[in-house]
């Protein structure tokens, strides 16, 4: 029998939670997308169970857009009214306006990535070269 080793917080008889521990969980993730849907999830998942934003993951995806930040920057109020209206999702106000405002945090904080990516190239090749 091979059964895979999982930590303890793993709900076993949850399927979706299985499947994201076996092979989400610690796994690094370097597209942008994916970071960003995360970045949304954990927003929306503060201060209740992963296992719960996992039940609403899809819905999620659907209220917003695929999580494309360039469409989910664009969103009004109007759109902002409709999510909070969307019983499928987590309608907490504050939770809503941060998914919303993600999209130039988003992007800053990879212009600061990068930023740092050139600072360490740099500084090694100073390093190297003495």
Same mark, same amino acid.
């Given at each position: 029998?091979?059964?895979?080793? @999982?930590?303890?917080?793993?709900? $076993?008889?949850? /399927? ?18 994916? !970071?960003? /849907?995360?970045?949304? !999830? /954990? ?7 992963? #296992?719960?934003? $996992? #039940? ?13 930040? /360039? ?5 009004? #109020? ?5 999510? $909070?209206? =969307? #019983?499928?999702?987590?309608?907490? @106000? $504050? ?6 405002? =993600?999209?130039?945090?988003?992007? =800053?904080?990879? *212009? ?8 360490? *190239? ?9």
């Amino acid at each position: 029998m091979n059964r895979k080793k @999982r930590c303890a917080w793993v709900n $076993l008889k949850n /399927e979706l939670y299985r499947q994201y521990h076996d092979n989400e969980w610690g796994v690094p993730v370097h597209n942008d997308k994916k !970071l960003f /849907e995360m970045l949304i !999830l /954990e927003g929306a998942q503060a201060g209740l169970s992963w #296992e719960t934003v $996992l #039940e609403k993951r899809e819905n999620y995806r659907k209220a917003f857009d695929d999580f494309d930040p /360039e469409k989910i920057a664009k969103y009004g #109020e109007s759109k902002k009214a409709k999510l $909070l209206q =969307n #019983e499928s999702i987590i309608r907490n @106000r $504050l939770k809503i306006k941060s998914a919303i405002q =993600n999209p130039s945090i988003f992007k =800053n904080s990879k *212009r600061i990535w990068q930023f740092r990516q050139i600072y360490l *190239r740099l500084c090694r090749k100073r390093t190297s070269s003495k």
